[in-house]
């Protein structure tokens, strides 16, 4: 069932006064692609709180990948674009790729201090969080983690074809599990040339370097084509 924001909102608020927690963690994929008004009443809402935007990325070749194949396996979605064409417009195949537009939004509204970057590459993702809020991990050594492994593209491409000659949700949930059992093993990941990561990274370059170096970065050059691949 799909609410409105506002809706949402108050469904979070009442949460976190029965939590009666000091510290929220609030994670949603649908942060980083809201509108500004959405972000200015996410600040309203919450002013008296101290927030922190805590934002994860990815190198945008990978990213791209990643975003391709959840779309393309999502049997709910309507994405049926060939990975050539996928490759072409990376904005159309994720619209969280463009990180500089996305986090500015949230800069202007909650100021540069608050906004800060992690990077799929460093690690484990919860581990990251774990550290960063100072949360002790130790309880999370119990928890059996799942791998999210991609999909090969034999089964990308089941699921694809599958999509454009049928609605029926069922129907794509069954394929996807025969392309599961059948090639789910297989070794042929998805095919991506070298000059065509080059061009995703280089398409968002300037935007990546201008971030890092807005929110102090280390590295600005973190995503530069040349440094990442020879």
């Known amino acids: 069932i799909r609410i409105n924001f506002e809706t949402e909102i108050q469904l979070l608020q009442d949460e976190i006064k029965k939590s009666k927690q000091q510290n929220i963690i609030i994670s949603s994929e649908e942060f980083f692609t809201l509108d500004l008004e959405y972000i200015q009443k996410i600040r309203n809402i919450f002013h008296n709180y ?11 070749d990978e990213m791209i990948l990643s975003s391709y194949s959840q779309n393309i396996k999502s049997v709910w979605s309507k994405f049926t674009m060939t990975l050539e064409e ?18 500015n939004k949230w800069i202007d509204v909650f100021g540069k201090r608050s ?103 280390g590295d600005v050059n973190r995503y530069d084509v040349e440094k990442l691949i020879n």
């Open 50 to 60: 101290q927030v922190h935007i805590i934002a994860f990325l990815r190198r945008p």
């Open 86 to 103: 996928a490759l072409k417009d990376p904005g159309i195949t994720s619209k969280d790729i463009n990180y500089h537009k996305s986090l």
């Open 115 to 217: 906004v800060h970057l992690l990077f799929h590459e460093d690690g484990d993702s919860v581990k990251q969080i774990c550290r960063f809020i100072g949360l002790n991990m130790d309880p999370l050594k119990k928890i059996q983690q799942v791998l999210n492994r991609r999909p090969t593209y034999p089964m990308l491409e089941i699921m694809r074809i599958t999509k454009t000659y049928t609605d029926d949700e069922e129907k794509r949930k069954a394929m996807l599990e025969v392309a599961r059992k059948s090639f789910g093993n297989s070794e042929y990941g998805i095919p991506i040339s070298l000059k065509q990561r080059k061009e995703i990274i280089k398409k968002y370059e300037a935007g990546n370097q201008k971030l890092f170096a807005l929110l102090g970065v």
